[in-house]
């Protein structure tokens, strides 16, 4: 979901048009009930060259009551005819644009009359390079028609009714240059040289009910792979160029669709399945119907040389998209406020099929790291119900954020587990064959869910997505007569100094894992406090087991909390070690735990294997070091932090094996650049060997290591470095080639070189589609950060919209990284006088970071001094 164009001067109207998109919305609002569509008939004539479009459509509706008055979504459309059919005649319209609400509203002469009606539009409008609409899409060697209307966007391209809960058919015509082709949501089903004119004309079959938002269309010389899976044809698409890279994508398509098959109780509903790699692209990938669009860099690989990481990356956005045509295409949540159904659902989804294909990858292991992650943005009091209210467009731009997206997914997670998968699935089911080819709301799926299981499945649900935050349960016990009594008490968890001030109610499914099992149970905990009792005094109890439940968990009793980090590594699973290292890291941040207690409790975990386990720890390290450590007592504890690692990587070894697992392959990725990161020699010095050998021959280099290696050479190199690795990223072979350079520019340490690279963007020599990355790239430490800040500030008005993405991710949300009250103050001010367009809460948010990283500061500095006293 990545980022917009730059506009050239000489095409005015572009930005007069962007320059809407910049402000409208501020006042938009839902249509009026009294006239529902049902189909679109579209015809599309865009002249790529030209940079223009013009069309016609007719839309079928039924108009609910007489009215005088029709408005639609319209958005930079210049409407040259505008008419209604209905009761036997044809009225003319007056056509009034109401852009600040992005509509237009056509006002007849005499009352429409209630009853089946036809509009008549003729319209037309330019091409955009802006990566909204229908806009024009740029490879290294032409320029592509293309599409992406989630959320508002659609009346970018033809008026209508763009709102989710507005569903209909359409049936598709459009014109394309000789040699070109069209992909949309039917197949092609007629195809008409276009006499004198070089041209032809693709007709479409008519699409599934669907909401306008769901509607694709890609012109352009794609050529595609096929294949055909439990009989749908599935084909990835992609320029003629890159055609060979889709097979990896074919592949996991393949497995998706018969993986979903199976689960859902309905096969896979919409005849075909189209996948197209665009090359600029916002979204990762977008779940059109039956024609899912994709960033060709999510979609293509050269499977041969990828990472293990970007094979897992591309399967499973893959997997998500086809998740996606149930579950969101098929079934719409009526309205933007429950986004979440759709994204929330397909998040939770996606590794399913990827770990029934590939289950060394552990992906349930990088699921658990990811729901406790998200905790981390529903911590802050800034943080957001699942549950929504937007109105405006930016609102609902800002609802694809990680609450959307990873607390949906963690609490489906937990509900999946508290009724049981089987249960759960045909809960699912019965929710889609209710509402197959319409809209839902959260109340629908709970309520099914709670049908189908019998369990309070309405009462629990609304706690978690009704109301913001994250429960905190705080665990106490004791042991009396061979039984243990345990009290769970609950409160909203805060890194903030204000949690104790909450009084909100979750119900929550707490289930508890004991030492040789004696004592373990499951309990519903719905009041502020619960006395539960076990028959029997085990000698430790953790209190979230398999890590599915949705909250944090503080242990009153220091000698239990002990023994559960002690017994760890044999008796907790890795998404259960994964929970205990972010709770106790989340309570020492909170200021609940002396931050020695964390990392004493790191130094039990020492013989960890666990990449996910590892990769946490050695985040929450590196934010001590950066937060806590004095100057003078930075070599002691980056000599802790090498202790901490190198035994793993000597076992693991820089030099791959043949017989390598792909975990084995991210692990040693993952540690060099941890213990580079730390100053460890000889980790150094393996990455630069591995650099430089990449740089002779990038075959002859495991893919998965290539990053991490570029990332610590550059961190320790110099301008001649630079020099030679921007050289190599202008003569890349691939993308893979490409990014790793790229992102190795933003890892130098030298101001002048991290000038250097934003000097890039200057030049035009970066993909806007990557800004959303390379920013936060930048702003990821010093100096980088300060420097990139100040370029983003002298460079706002025409960057405000290309560096932060939907749900605020980008520029905006990295921002979080500054820890002082200086700073703090400075973006405060700097937002109060910018604006920032889908990323309010964004702002917000990073500032509450920057706040709680100063609260840490205070909380923690004199306990890291005693730790450091203590000779660790």
């Known amino acids: 979901m990545l980022t917009l164009s730059s506009f050239r001067a000489k095409f005015a109207l ?162 394309a240059d000789k040699g070109d082709t069209a992909i949309s949501n039917g197949h092609i089903i007629k195809d008409e040289p276009l006499a004198g004119s070089g041209r032809h004309k693709l007709t479409f079959s008519t699409s599934p009910r669907m909401s306008t938002y769901l509607v ?125 159904l759709n994204e929330g659902f397909a998040s939770w989804m996606e590794r399913k099929p990827i770990i029934a294909w590939h289950p060394e990858w552990h992906l349930e292991d990088d699921s658990a790291a990811t729901a406790q992650q998200v905790i981390g943005q529903d911590s ?106 345990l009290q769970l008490s609950q409160q909203r968890f805060l890194l903030g100094a204000s949690s104790d001030k909450q009084d909100q109610v979750w119900s929550i499914p707490v289930c508890t894992k004991a030492a040789q099992s004696a004592g373990s149970a499951c309990y519903l905990a719905d009041k502020k406090t619960e006395n539960v009792t076990a028959d029997a005094c085990p000698a430790w109890v953790f209190a979230n087991r398999d890590a599915k439940g949705y909250y944090r968990v503080f242990y009153e009793d220091q000698e239990n909390l002990m023994n559960v980090a002690t017994a760890a590594e044999k008796e907790l699973t890795v998404p259960e070690r994964i929970a205990l290292v972010e709770d106790l890291w989340a309570m020492a941040r909170a200021g609940k735990e002396p931050v020695g207690v964390f990392l004493d409790a790191t130094k039990a975990l020492q013989a960890e294997h666990s990449r996910s386990v590892i990769e946490l720890i050695s985040g929450h390290l590196d934010t001590v070091e950066h937060s806590l450590v004095p100057e003078q007592q930075q070599k002691e504890y980056r000599d802790f932090v090498r202790a901490q690692f190198a035994p793993l990587a000597k076992e693991v070894g820089w030099n791959a094996g043949a017989n390598d697992s792909d975990e084995t392959k991210a692990l040693r990725a993952s540690l060099l650049e941890i213990l580079g990161d730390a100053g460890d020699p000889d980790a150094i010095a393996a990455a630069q060997k591995i650099a430089q050998a990449y740089m002779k021959d990038p075959n002859s280099v495991e893919g998965t290591i290539v990053g991490p290696a570029l990332t610590v050479t550059a961190e320790n190199g110099d301008a001649a470095l630079y020099d030679q690795l921007n050289e190599a990223m202008g003569r890349a072979h691939g993308p893979d080639e490409y990014y790793h350079y790229l992102f190795a520019l933003t890892s130098f340490r030298q101001p002048e070189l991290v000038k250097r690279t934003l000097s890039l963007v200057d030049q035009g020599k970066i993909r806007q589609q990557d800004y959303v990355r390379l920013f936060p790239a930048l702003l990821s430490g010093s100096p980088g950060r300060e420097i990139a800040w100040d370029y983003l500030k002298a460079h706002w008005d025409s960057l405000a919209e290309k560096v932060t993405s939907f749900g605020g991710r980008g520029a905006v949300s990295a921002l979080g990284g500054f820890c002082s009250a200086a700073m703090h103050d400075e973006i405060q001010q700097f937002f109060t006088d910018h604006r920032a367009p889908g990323a309010e809460r964004a702002v917000k948010q990073s500032l509450e970071r920057i706040t709680t990283c100063t609260e840490f500061k205070q909380l923690q500095g004199g306990n890291m001094e005693k730790w450091l006293a203590q000779g660790q």
Request: hydrophobic share 40%.
């Open 14 to 175: 572009f930005i007069l048009i962007f320059s809407i998109m910049a402000v409208t919305g501020l006042q938009a609002q839902r249509l009026p009930r009294t006239v529902v569509p049902s189909h679109y008939t579209l015809f599309l004539d865009p002249d790529i060259n030209g940079q223009k479009f013009s069309g016609e459509e007719t839309i079928t509706v039924q108009v609910q009551q007489p009215t005088s008055e029709i408005v639609l979504n319209s958005l930079g459309l210049e409407i040259a005819l505008a008419e209604v059919t209905a009761g036997g005649a044809t009225l003319s319209a007056q056509v009034t644009y109401d852009q600040p609400s992005e509509m237009v509203r056509l006002t007849f002469a005499k009352p429409v009359p209630a009853g089946a009606a036809t509009l008549h539009l003729k319209y037309s409008a330019k091409l955009t390079s802006g990566l909204r609409g229908l806009y024009l899409s740029k490879s290294a060697r032409r320029q592509y028609a293309v599409t992406q209307f989630e959320g508002t966007y659609a009346r970018m391209m033809f008026p209508g009714f763009d709102e989710p809960g507005f569903k209909a058919t359409f049936d598709l015509s459009v014109t």
């Open 216 to 340: 694709a269309l890609a012109i352009g010389d794609w050529q595609c792979l096929e294949r055909t899976v439990d009989g749908v044809p599935i084909r990835v698409c992609a320029v003629p160029e890159r055609k060979q890279e889709g097979q990896f994508a074919l592949d996991a398509a393949a497995q998706s669709v018969h993986f979903y098959n199976q689960w859902y109780g309905i096969k896979y509903p919409f005849g075909k399945l189209d996948m197209v790699a665009i090359p600029d692209y916002e979204w990762g990938g977008m779940e059109n119907t039956a024609s899912i669009f994709y960033r060709d860099t999510a979609l293509l690989m050269d499977d041969k040389t990828a990472s293990v990481f970007s094979k897992r990356g591309h399967a499973t956005v893959v997997a998500h998209e086809i998740a996606h045509q149930w579950f969101g295409d098929l079934v719409t949540a009526a309205w933007w406020d429950d986004i979440w």
């Open 380 to 485: 802050l009091s800034s943080a957001r119900a699942i549950h929504g209210n937007p109105s405006t467009s930016p609102e609902i731009k800002e609802m694809f954020d990680g609450i959307t997206y990873e607390k949906g997914a963690a609490v489906l997670g937990m509900l999946e587990t508290y009724v049981g998968p089987e249960v759960f699935r045909k809960g699912v089911n019965a929710y889609l064959q209710a509402h197959a080819n319409g809209n839902a709301t959260s109340a629908d799926f709970w309520q099914a869910m709670a049908r189908v299981s019998g369990k309070p499945v309405d009462k629990i649900m609304p706690t978690f997505v009704m109301q913001p935050g994250v429960p905190l349960v705080t665990v106490s016990g004791s042991c009396a007569d061979g039984k243990m009594k």
